[in-house]
């Protein structure tokens, strides 16, 4: 089944306590995405990567690292967690390099920094 | 970078109505995309439709690109609709970065 899949699905950590959240997709899809939802402020996108050891910030990309050693895998690291970085994340693909062209999201994981 | 808006911001709707769902972008988009986020959090991609009209099922999607409008029917209301319903789209720069619009919340009672 083609998908994409994010781990874990919920995750309560503490200030300061490097994390990642791992993302990967079956689809051989070139661009992959990170976003966060918070409450009145929709999704916001925080890092992309259009190809392999190819990445770039997205609105928000304060506080996250992002790697894409390879096709399938886009881990989304917080190297020193913040209580402001408490949010629903998502992972997505999408098939073209060049644009947006529709986009996949993963089940999402939900991030609490206490 | 475009600004999104989608309207109405919040519906309620009785089982077996039909509703329009709305997306106004401040300039020309590409890509526009819609999605469903369900109750559990999960987001579904809808229609990918750039311009010109797409059914699925009891769903539809009509876009007008010259006009920067987007418009989602979902007919015979069914309660595993509700959710919340965004639209996206990016300029037709390439590399742009696609903007999500705040969402429409959608209630279907029984």
């Known amino acids: 089944e083609a998908q994409v899949t994010q781990n874990p699905r919920y995750l309560i950590t503490v200030t300061g306590k490097k994390l990642t959240v791992t993302c990967s997709q079956n689809?051989?899809?070139?661009?992959m995405s990170w976003y966060r939802q918070d409450p009145g402020l929709g999704l916001r996108q925080i890092y992309y990567s259009m190809n392999v050891e190819v990445t770039d910030k997205g609105d928000v990309p304060e506080g996250y690292k992002v790697s894409r050693k390879e096709k399938r895998n886009f881990p989304l690291i917080l190297e020193s967690p913040s209580p402001n970085q408490t949010s629903l994340y998502f992972c997505?693909?999408?098939?073209?390099?060049?644009?947006?062209?529709?986009?996949?999201f993963g089940s999402g994981t939900q991030l609490s920094v206490l | 970078g475009i600004q999104v808006e989608q309207s109405p911001p919040d519906l309620i709707l009785q089982e077996g109505a039909n509703s329009t769902l709305r997306c106004n972008f401040s300039?020309?988009?590409?890509?526009l995309q819609w999605f469903h986020q369900n109750p559990w959090g999960q987001l579904i991609n809808l229609f990918y439709?750039?311009?010109g009209t797409k059914q699925n099922g009891r769903l539809s999607a009509t876009t007008v690109a010259t006009e920067r409008y987007s418009l989602l029917y979902i007919s015979s209301s069914q309660t595993t609709d509700s959710g919340v319903y965004f639209c996206a789209g990016d300029l037709n720069f390439g590399n742009e970065k696609l903007t999500f619009g705040t969402g429409t919340r959608l209630t279907i009672i029984p």
């Open positions: 997505a693909s999408s098939p073209s390099t060049a644009t947006n062209e529709k986009l996949f």
């Open positions: 689809m051989n899809h070139e661009y």
């Open positions: 300039d020309s988009v590409n890509n």
């Open positions: 439709i750039p311009s």
